[in-house]
Nanobody, 125 residues
Framework: QVHLVESGGGLVQAGDSLRLSCAAS????????MGWFRQPPGKDHEFVAV????????RYADSVKGRFTISRDNARNTVYLQMNSLKPEDTAVYYC??????????????????WGQGTQVTVSA
């Protein structure tokens, strides 16, 4: 089981940028495809982005395409989510998650077996 810890969240204004990090321990990150999900207030988890084990392929939710970029550094056992042009509707708790199917670009939370504790991102208008 891999242990995941997110960081980098905070309170920003619309149009600002943030970079979230997800540090892994316990198992090497290259054993997983990695995803980012978010949970807005009062709503269910929603897919944001996913990346294959080697970074060769990515997939994004339509709502963040062109503004967010997922990347990974397996040597550092870390996954990143660069978020630009943030909007108030991006406000949510952001979670990273690990999928043992290394080449799968899943959008389904149920296929990710390990999750971090989440980091809050709040975007003011």
């Amino acid at each position: 089981q891999v242990h995941l810890v997110e960081s980098g969240g905070g309170l920003v204004q619309a149009g600002d940028s943030l970079r979230l990090s997800c540090a892994a321990s316990g198992r090497t990150l290259s054993s997983y495809a990695m995803g980012w999900f978010r949970q807005p207030p009062g709503k269910d988890h929603e897919f944001v982005a996913v990346i294959t084990w080697n970074g060769g392929s990515t997939r994004y939710a339509d709502s963040v395409k062109g503004r967010f970029t997922i990347s990974r550094d397996n040597a550092r056992n870390t996954v990143y989510l660069q978020m630009n042009s943030l909007k108030p509707e991006d406000t949510a708790v952001y979670y990273c998650a690990a999928d043992p199917a290394t080449m799968r670009l899943s959008v389904r939370p149920a296929e990710f077996g390990s999750w971090g504790q989440g980091t809050q991102v709040t975007v003011s208008a």
